[in-house]
Protein backbone atom coordinates (compact mmCIF):
# COMPACT_ATOMS: atom_id res chain seq x y z
CA UNK A 1 0.00 0.00 0.00
CA UNK A 2 1.52 3.23 -1.04
CA UNK A 3 2.27 6.34 1.61
CA UNK A 4 0.20 8.54 1.82
CA UNK A 5 1.24 12.26 0.99
CA UNK A 6 1.70 14.54 3.58
CA UNK A 7 1.15 17.59 5.17
CA UNK A 8 4.17 19.66 6.93
CA UNK A 9 4.11 22.40 8.88
CA UNK A 10 8.09 23.68 8.98
CA UNK A 11 8.32 26.70 11.98
CA UNK A 12 11.62 28.73 11.08
CA UNK A 13 10.65 28.78 8.07
CA UNK A 14 12.10 31.83 6.99
CA UNK A 15 15.81 31.27 8.20
CA UNK A 16 18.19 28.84 6.17
CA UNK A 17 17.38 25.93 7.68
CA UNK A 18 14.15 25.94 7.40
CA UNK A 19 14.52 26.97 3.60
CA UNK A 20 16.51 23.44 2.86
CA UNK A 21 14.30 21.40 4.95
CA UNK A 22 10.92 22.85 3.13
CA UNK A 23 13.47 22.33 -0.18
CA UNK A 24 14.47 18.90 0.80
CA UNK A 25 10.71 17.60 1.79
CA UNK A 26 9.36 19.57 -1.69
CA UNK A 27 11.92 17.17 -3.51
CA UNK A 28 12.10 13.69 -1.53
CA UNK A 29 8.87 13.62 0.61
CA UNK A 30 6.43 13.31 -2.35
CA UNK A 31 4.84 16.23 0.18
CA UNK A 32 0.69 17.33 -0.09
CA UNK A 33 2.08 20.71 1.14
CA UNK A 34 5.11 22.21 2.65
CA UNK A 35 3.71 25.35 4.98
CA UNK A 36 6.61 27.19 5.83
CA UNK A 37 6.21 29.97 9.01
CA UNK A 38 8.71 32.29 10.05
CA UNK A 39 8.53 35.55 12.32
CA UNK A 40 9.26 38.24 8.99
CA UNK A 41 8.38 38.68 5.56
CA UNK A 42 10.59 36.84 2.83
CA UNK A 43 14.04 38.10 2.78
CA UNK A 44 15.75 38.89 0.11
CA UNK A 45 16.26 36.18 -2.57
CA UNK A 46 19.66 35.18 -1.63
CA UNK A 47 18.45 34.11 1.51
CA UNK A 48 15.64 32.62 0.44
CA UNK A 49 17.62 30.71 -2.40
CA UNK A 50 14.41 30.57 -4.43
CA UNK A 51 12.79 27.49 -2.26
CA UNK A 52 9.20 26.98 -3.42
CA UNK A 53 9.07 29.59 -6.11
CA UNK A 54 6.44 28.13 -8.65
CA UNK A 55 5.79 24.96 -6.39
CA UNK A 56 1.51 25.27 -5.54
CA UNK A 57 2.72 22.90 -2.84
CA UNK A 58 4.12 25.42 -1.08
CA UNK A 59 3.41 28.79 0.99
CA UNK A 60 4.90 31.01 3.51
CA UNK A 61 3.37 32.67 6.15
CA UNK A 62 5.05 35.81 8.53
CA UNK A 63 3.86 34.74 11.71
CA UNK A 64 5.18 35.63 15.26
CA UNK A 65 4.87 32.67 17.49
CA UNK A 66 5.10 35.05 20.42
CA UNK A 67 2.66 36.68 19.57
CA UNK A 68 0.57 35.38 17.10
CA UNK A 69 -0.15 31.80 18.50
CA UNK A 70 -3.68 32.12 17.74
CA UNK A 71 -3.13 33.28 14.14
CA UNK A 72 -0.74 30.29 13.29
CA UNK A 73 -3.71 27.75 15.33
CA UNK A 74 -6.08 29.38 12.71
CA UNK A 75 -4.38 28.63 10.29
CA UNK A 76 -3.20 24.83 11.28
CA UNK A 77 -6.58 24.03 11.94
CA UNK A 78 -7.26 24.55 8.75
CA UNK A 79 -4.28 23.11 7.24
CA UNK A 80 -4.22 20.02 9.31
CA UNK A 81 -0.61 19.55 9.04
CA UNK A 82 0.44 15.66 9.81
CA UNK A 83 4.05 16.62 10.73
CA UNK A 84 4.92 19.86 12.54
CA UNK A 85 8.50 20.66 12.35
CA UNK A 86 9.97 23.26 15.03
CA UNK A 87 13.28 25.05 13.82
CA UNK A 88 12.09 28.17 15.15
CA UNK A 89 14.43 29.56 18.07
CA UNK A 90 16.25 32.54 19.29
CA UNK A 91 19.74 31.56 18.93
CA UNK A 92 23.18 32.84 19.68
CA UNK A 93 24.75 31.10 22.84
CA UNK A 94 27.18 34.07 23.64
CA UNK A 95 24.44 37.04 23.39
CA UNK A 96 22.35 35.34 25.67
CA UNK A 97 24.30 36.22 28.69
CA UNK A 98 22.61 39.45 28.70
CA UNK A 99 19.13 39.91 28.06
CA UNK A 100 18.47 35.86 28.75
CA UNK A 101 14.75 36.40 29.14
CA UNK A 102 14.47 36.80 25.41
CA UNK A 103 15.55 33.36 24.67
CA UNK A 104 13.25 31.55 27.36
CA UNK A 105 9.97 33.92 25.59
CA UNK A 106 10.85 32.01 22.31
CA UNK A 107 13.08 28.71 23.47
CA UNK A 108 10.62 27.24 26.69
CA UNK A 109 7.65 29.93 27.16
CA UNK A 110 5.89 30.53 23.61
CA UNK A 111 6.63 27.36 22.27
CA UNK A 112 5.25 25.22 25.65
CA UNK A 113 2.33 27.61 24.64
CA UNK A 114 2.15 26.14 21.38
CA UNK A 115 2.31 22.93 22.16
CA UNK A 116 -0.61 23.00 24.94
CA UNK A 117 -2.46 24.40 21.67
CA UNK A 118 -1.57 21.10 19.87
CA UNK A 119 -2.15 18.89 22.35
CA UNK A 120 -5.99 19.51 22.61
CA UNK A 121 -5.91 18.68 18.62
CA UNK A 122 -5.97 15.53 16.88
CA UNK A 123 -4.91 15.81 13.70
CA UNK A 124 -1.02 15.67 13.94
CA UNK A 125 0.74 12.90 13.69
CA UNK A 126 4.28 14.12 14.69
CA UNK A 127 6.25 16.57 16.73
CA UNK A 128 9.64 17.11 15.61
CA UNK A 129 11.93 19.83 17.58
CA UNK A 130 14.68 20.57 16.69
CA UNK A 131 17.37 21.22 19.82
CA UNK A 132 21.19 21.73 19.99
CA UNK A 133 24.28 19.83 20.72
CA UNK A 134 24.98 23.05 23.08
CA UNK A 135 23.22 21.93 26.28
CA UNK A 136 25.92 18.65 27.08
CA UNK A 137 29.02 21.45 27.20
CA UNK A 138 32.06 21.11 26.46
CA UNK A 139 33.41 17.19 26.31
CA UNK A 140 35.99 14.70 25.81
CA UNK A 141 33.87 12.33 24.48
CA UNK A 142 30.92 11.65 21.76
CA UNK A 143 27.82 12.99 24.17
CA UNK A 144 24.85 10.26 23.88
CA UNK A 145 21.17 10.99 24.64
CA UNK A 146 20.92 10.19 28.11
CA UNK A 147 24.10 12.17 29.29
CA UNK A 148 23.85 15.00 31.87
CA UNK A 149 22.62 17.90 30.58
CA UNK A 150 25.00 20.66 31.70
CA UNK A 151 24.57 24.10 29.79
CA UNK A 152 26.54 26.61 29.39
CA UNK A 153 24.63 29.68 28.00
CA UNK A 154 21.29 30.81 28.74
CA UNK A 155 20.73 29.79 24.85
CA UNK A 156 21.27 26.11 25.76
CA UNK A 157 19.85 26.26 28.87
CA UNK A 158 16.40 27.65 27.55
CA UNK A 159 16.49 25.13 24.66
CA UNK A 160 17.27 22.21 27.26
CA UNK A 161 14.22 23.47 29.05
CA UNK A 162 11.67 23.08 26.18
CA UNK A 163 13.48 19.38 25.75
CA UNK A 164 12.37 18.48 29.18
CA UNK A 165 8.62 19.42 28.77
CA UNK A 166 8.16 17.59 26.04
CA UNK A 167 9.85 14.13 27.25
CA UNK A 168 7.31 15.15 30.07
CA UNK A 169 4.51 15.20 27.94
CA UNK A 170 5.56 12.28 25.90
CA UNK A 171 5.95 10.47 29.01
CA UNK A 172 3.02 11.22 30.61
CA UNK A 173 0.31 12.55 28.01
CA UNK A 174 1.99 10.88 25.04
CA UNK A 175 2.53 13.67 22.71
CA UNK A 176 3.71 12.31 19.82
CA UNK A 177 7.17 14.03 19.57
CA UNK A 178 10.82 13.58 18.22
CA UNK A 179 13.68 15.66 19.35
CA UNK A 180 16.94 16.00 17.14
CA UNK A 181 19.68 17.53 18.75
CA UNK A 182 22.08 18.50 15.77
CA UNK A 183 25.17 19.78 15.43
CA UNK A 184 26.48 22.82 13.92
CA UNK A 185 24.60 23.25 10.31
CA UNK A 186 25.90 25.47 7.99
CA UNK A 187 25.38 26.01 3.92
CA UNK A 188 23.87 28.50 1.23
CA UNK A 189 21.33 31.01 2.92
CA UNK A 190 22.74 31.37 5.98
CA UNK A 191 23.02 34.63 8.00
CA UNK A 192 26.29 36.01 7.58
CA UNK A 193 27.71 36.27 11.16
CA UNK A 194 27.78 32.65 11.25
CA UNK A 195 31.44 31.74 10.66
CA UNK A 196 31.62 29.70 7.89
CA UNK A 197 29.46 32.15 5.81
CA UNK A 198 31.43 35.29 7.38
CA UNK A 199 34.98 33.84 6.67
CA UNK A 200 33.69 33.63 3.12
CA UNK A 201 32.68 36.84 2.53
CA UNK A 202 35.60 38.53 3.88
CA UNK A 203 37.92 36.41 2.06
CA UNK A 204 36.13 37.80 -0.84
CA UNK A 205 36.34 41.40 0.44
CA UNK A 206 39.83 41.24 1.87
CA UNK A 207 38.68 41.88 5.37
CA UNK A 208 40.27 40.33 8.11
CA UNK A 209 37.96 37.72 9.98
CA UNK A 210 38.82 38.08 14.35
CA UNK A 211 39.13 34.03 15.09
CA UNK A 212 37.90 34.03 18.94
CA UNK A 213 40.95 32.43 20.76
CA UNK A 214 43.20 31.15 18.04
CA UNK A 215 39.80 28.96 16.77
CA UNK A 216 40.83 26.77 19.28
CA UNK A 217 37.26 25.80 20.29
CA UNK A 218 36.28 21.93 18.13
CA UNK A 219 32.53 22.27 17.12
CA UNK A 220 31.00 19.19 14.99
CA UNK A 221 29.50 20.84 11.70
CA UNK A 222 27.00 18.92 9.01
CA UNK A 223 25.93 20.71 5.92
CA UNK A 224 22.23 22.06 5.75
CA UNK A 225 21.38 19.20 3.21
CA UNK A 226 22.21 16.49 5.90
CA UNK A 227 20.28 18.49 8.54
CA UNK A 228 17.03 18.48 6.60
CA UNK A 229 17.29 14.81 5.43
CA UNK A 230 18.01 13.87 9.35
CA UNK A 231 14.21 15.64 10.28
CA UNK A 232 12.55 13.64 6.86
CA UNK A 233 14.03 10.28 8.31
CA UNK A 234 13.38 10.70 11.65
CA UNK A 235 9.55 11.64 10.50
CA UNK A 236 9.61 8.56 9.02
CA UNK A 237 11.22 6.12 9.96
CA UNK A 238 11.62 7.10 14.63
CA UNK A 239 10.13 5.88 17.02
CA UNK A 240 8.08 8.54 18.80
CA UNK A 241 9.20 9.88 21.77
CA UNK A 242 12.76 9.17 21.47
CA UNK A 243 15.69 12.13 21.13
CA UNK A 244 18.14 11.95 18.65
CA UNK A 245 21.58 13.68 17.94
CA UNK A 246 22.82 14.35 14.35
CA UNK A 247 26.70 15.15 13.83
CA UNK A 248 29.36 13.89 12.11
CA UNK A 249 31.95 11.32 13.51
CA UNK A 250 34.50 13.90 14.52
CA UNK A 251 34.58 17.52 15.17
CA UNK A 252 36.62 20.15 13.60
CA UNK A 253 38.31 23.05 15.25
CA UNK A 254 37.45 26.72 13.96
CA UNK A 255 40.96 27.15 12.80
CA UNK A 256 40.22 24.50 10.97
CA UNK A 257 37.18 25.38 9.35
CA UNK A 258 38.51 28.77 8.30
CA UNK A 259 41.83 27.29 6.70
CA UNK A 260 39.27 25.16 4.87
CA UNK A 261 37.53 28.18 3.24
CA UNK A 262 40.55 29.78 2.77
CA UNK A 263 41.84 26.47 0.59
CA UNK A 264 38.38 26.90 -0.93
CA UNK A 265 38.63 30.26 -1.94
CA UNK A 266 42.23 29.75 -3.07
CA UNK A 267 43.90 32.69 -0.53
CA UNK A 268 46.20 32.63 1.91
CA UNK A 269 45.28 31.51 5.71
CA UNK A 270 47.08 34.21 7.16
CA UNK A 271 45.26 37.05 5.33
CA UNK A 272 41.90 35.85 6.31
CA UNK A 273 42.13 36.01 9.86
CA UNK A 274 43.81 37.07 13.29
CA UNK A 275 43.33 36.10 16.70
CA UNK A 276 40.92 37.71 18.91
CA UNK A 277 39.73 36.97 22.64
CA UNK A 278 37.41 34.22 23.80
CA UNK A 279 33.98 34.37 24.02
CA UNK A 280 32.01 34.21 26.77
CA UNK A 281 30.85 30.51 27.40
CA UNK A 282 32.72 29.40 24.88
CA UNK A 283 32.82 25.34 24.82
CA UNK A 284 35.86 23.82 24.01
CA UNK A 285 34.25 21.00 22.47
CA UNK A 286 30.77 19.83 20.96
CA UNK A 287 31.36 16.06 19.89
CA UNK A 288 27.90 14.13 19.36
CA UNK A 289 27.46 10.25 19.29
CA UNK A 290 24.99 9.59 16.69
CA UNK A 291 24.54 6.09 16.51
CA UNK A 292 20.93 5.86 17.81
CA UNK A 293 19.65 8.17 14.80
CA UNK A 294 21.38 5.60 12.32
CA UNK A 295 20.05 2.73 13.97
CA UNK A 296 16.66 4.18 13.74
CA UNK A 297 16.27 6.01 11.09
CA UNK A 298 19.68 5.12 8.78
CA UNK A 299 20.67 8.53 9.01
CA UNK A 300 24.51 9.62 9.06
CA UNK A 301 26.12 12.47 7.45
CA UNK A 302 26.52 12.58 3.24
CA UNK A 303 28.01 15.84 2.33
CA UNK A 304 31.31 15.77 2.48
CA UNK A 305 33.49 19.42 3.92
CA UNK A 306 34.89 19.91 0.70
CA UNK A 307 31.88 19.78 -1.58
CA UNK A 308 29.61 21.83 1.56
CA UNK A 309 31.96 24.10 0.92
CA UNK A 310 32.18 24.77 -2.36
CA UNK A 311 28.50 24.90 -2.18
CA UNK A 312 28.56 27.63 0.19
CA UNK A 313 30.98 29.53 -1.81
CA UNK A 314 29.33 29.34 -4.90
CA UNK A 315 26.33 30.96 -2.70
CA UNK A 316 28.34 34.00 -1.61
CA UNK A 317 30.08 34.70 -4.73
CA UNK A 318 26.82 34.34 -6.73
CA UNK A 319 24.83 37.01 -4.72
CA UNK A 320 28.04 39.21 -3.29
CA UNK A 321 26.26 42.14 -4.87
CA UNK A 322 23.49 41.73 -2.42
CA UNK A 323 25.62 40.33 0.57
CA UNK A 324 28.58 42.42 0.53
CA UNK A 325 26.43 45.37 1.95
CA UNK A 326 24.97 43.97 4.44
CA UNK A 327 26.19 43.08 8.39
CA UNK A 328 28.21 40.78 9.60
CA UNK A 329 27.42 40.79 13.41
CA UNK A 330 24.57 39.51 15.27
CA UNK A 331 21.76 41.86 16.43
CA UNK A 332 19.34 40.32 19.03
CA UNK A 333 15.44 40.80 17.96
CA UNK A 334 12.46 39.60 19.65
Same mark, same amino acid.
Given at each position: ?P ?26 A ?7 I ?10 T ?33 D ?35 ? +?A *? ?7 ? =??? !??? $? @? %? ?29 ? +?? *? ?7 ? =??? !??? $? @? %? ?14 G ?5 L??H???A ?6 H ?8 YLV??NA ?52 T ?14 EE ?13 D ?9 R??A
Amino acid at each position: MPKKSKKYVVLGGGGSFGLHTSKYLLENADAEKVISIGRNPPKQRAFTMGVGEGDKRYSYHPIHINYELDILMELLDKEKPDVIINIAAQGEGAASFTKSWRFFDTNCTALSKFAEEL +MA *RDYMERFIQ =IGT !SEL $Y @G %SVHTPSKETDPIVPSSPYAASKAAFDMYLIT +MA *RFKKFPMNI =IRP !SNA $Y @G %SGQQLHRVIPKAILFGLTGQVLPLHGGGAAEKSYIHSRDFARAIYLVSENAPLGTVYNAGPKEPTSIRRVVEMVAETLGIPFEKLCQVSGERLGQDGRYWLDSTAIKNDAGWEPQVTWEEGLKETADWVKANFDELSGLPTEFRLRA
